[in-house]
């Protein structure tokens, strides 16, 4: 399977990556599914909704602050790293996140597309006003926006949100047009993000998977690898690094 993929990187020179929370899992962020995951513990329609916003802010607040905190003490992993890695085999790479952890940024990776928002940032709930990364909000006394008054929330996108029509255009522009298609660490059911690699496939791309477990995207897949993005992916950019230096 290895070399069967090395091949494809080598064959192709445009490489479209999709990730899911599994490629910070080995970081230490909580994915969402899954015996351990986030959506075991707490209810998304209690947290992940605008409607929990408007009926507890505070909840929803506090849920954030929580994840900021563990997102703040962790650091990109082998994974973030061997994707900065794999760009230079490619004229054309974009990589798209699902993650709101900015860790891909902080190995180094450039050109991200981030679907579901970043959770450092904040901005109006009500007229959309951008506020400054680094401020504190107290869930007990939520600031306002200083154009309109409406409350502070997290810049991420909730169940039921549209996406910023940009990003996702241009998500899906790219993934009509790329030659190979990685999905890594994701469950592949939240849409719009989960069309992605469906769309590359109907295009022709060739389709790779990383997850230790399956998920409804793997049938489809061209080669689905059961492992830990941490370990396959440094494993493939090593093969690649003796076999076929980047051009
Ligand atoms: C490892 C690993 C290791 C573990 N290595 N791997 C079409 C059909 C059906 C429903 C819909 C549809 N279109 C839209 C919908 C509704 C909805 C949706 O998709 N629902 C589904 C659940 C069915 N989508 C939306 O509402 C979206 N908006 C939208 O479409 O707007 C238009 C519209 C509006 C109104 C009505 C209809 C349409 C918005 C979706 C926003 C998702 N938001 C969240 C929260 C973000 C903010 C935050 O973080 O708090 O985004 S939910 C959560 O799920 C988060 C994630 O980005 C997202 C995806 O999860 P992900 O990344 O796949 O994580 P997991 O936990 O699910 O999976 C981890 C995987 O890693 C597992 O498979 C593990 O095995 C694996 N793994 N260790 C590699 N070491
Ligand atoms: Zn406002």
């Known amino acids: 399977m290895l070399d069967e993929i090395v091949n494809a990187v080598r064959n192709c020179r445009s490489c479209v990556v999709l990730t899911g929370a599994g490629i910070s899992a080995e970081s230490g962020v909580p994915t ?3 015996s351990e995951g986030l959506w075991g513990k707490f209810k998304p329609e209690e947290l992940a909704t605008m409607s929990a916003f408007i009926s507890n802010p505070k909840l929803v607040w506090e849920w954030y602050n ?5 997102v ?3 650091k990109p992993n082998p994974g973030h790293y061997a994707l900065c890695d794999l760009q230079r ?3 054309r790479f974009t990589l798209i996140t699902q993650n709101v ?3 891909h940024r902080a190995a180094g990776s450039e050109n991200i597309l981030e679907l579901h928002g970043n959770i450092y940032r904040n901005k109006c709930v009500d007229c959309n ?3 400054p990364e680094d401020m504190d909000i107290d869930p ?3 600031s306002s926006c200083p154009r309109c008054g409406g409350k502070i929330r997290p810049d991420v996108v909730w169940f039921g949100e549209m996406l910023d029509a940009q990003i996702i255009n241009k998500a899906f522009s790219e993934s009509e047009q790329t ?3 990685f999905s890594i660490g994701t469950s592949a059911i939240v849409h719009p993000a989960a069309s992605l690699p469906i769309t590359a496939k109907r295009q022709g791309a060739t389709l790779v998977e990383i997850n230790p477990e399956m998920t409804p995207l793997s049938g489809l897949a061209d080669y689905y690898v059961s492992a830990k993005s941490g370990e396959f992916l440094p494993t493939l950019v090593e093969r690649l690094k003796q076999t076929s230096p980047p051009g």
Do not use: A, K, P, S
């Open 101 to 103: 952890d900015g860790l």
């Open 140 to 142: 007990d006394n939520i």
């Open 179 to 181: 030659e190979l298609f």
């Open 32 to 34: 969402f599914r899954g």
């Open 66 to 70: 929580w994840r900021r905190q563990v």
């Open 129 to 131: 006003h951008q506020l």
């Open 72 to 74: 703040g003490e962790v």
């Open 89 to 91: 085999w490619f004229d």
